[in-house]
């Protein structure tokens, strides 16, 4: 557990940092997440940090239980009032908080981070590599794992295959390209052209 706490921890460090490069356009440029500029993934992410149990349910409550509603409601609504630099300091000041999603435990928290900064660091060219100790953590081992069924992606008769580490998930024709860039796949994510290699690329990648 501490060990996923230290990861979790320089993760959010890592991200702080990024998002301290950033300039004003890079904050209302796309991410991967469809519909959400930079400063609505961060206003997401930071979420947890800065609600209370309490406001968190009042809030699902006024999304009548829909928490992909409620979330999408909320980001955009904070992300329009908190600044850029509150929103790096959300994250820069949070980088031991415990939170943990529902179900997920600290493994959950580390995913959480991990795959919402690559959906902010992918379409910007940003060099955001992350050590395979971590991306261990966050992969799926198998087709039946929570993580796989959460976001829907068909993968029947593909192998992902991993081009800078020893993983592979599934089995038949095979798709390749980095661990973190097959993690976005499995997430329901396109990537940009030319990041994942095989015959199934075009269904991952971006038009």
């Not at 029947?156 to 097959?182: F, K, V």
Request: glycine fraction near 10%.
């Amino acid at each position: 557990m501490d060990e996923i706490r230290d990861m979790i921890a320089a993760t959010r460090g890592e991200l702080a940092a990024m998002l301290g490069d950033l300039d004003t356009g890079e904050w209302d440029a796309p991410t991967l997440c469809a519909g959400w500029r930079v400063r609505d993934v961060v206003a997401h992410i930071t979420m947890p940090f800065r609600y209370s149990g309490r406001r968190f349910m009042l809030e699902l409550a006024r999304s009548r239980g829909n928490f992909t509603a409620m979330s999408d409601r909320v980001a955009r609504r904070d992300a329009a009032v908190l600044s850029a630099a509150e929103l790096t300091r959300a994250v820069e000041d949070n980088v031991n908080h415990p939170w943990r999603p529902p179900g997920g435990g600290f493994a959950g928290a580390l995913s959480h981070d991990v795959i919402h900064g690559l959906d902010i660091a992918v379409p910007l060219g940003l060099m955001w590599y992350l050590p395979e100790d971590r991306l261990r953590h966050v992969l799926p081992e198998s087709l039946t794992q929570r993580s796989v069924k959460f976001f829907g992606v068909d993968l029947d008769g593909i192998e992902l295959q991993a081009s800078d580490m020893a993983w592979t998930l599934g089995s038949g024709s095979p798709l390749t390209g980095t661990a973190q860039d097959l993690l976005l796949a499995i997430c329901g994510r396109k990537l940009p052209q030319g990041r994942l290699k095989g015959p199934s690329s075009d269904r991952f990648t971006a038009g």
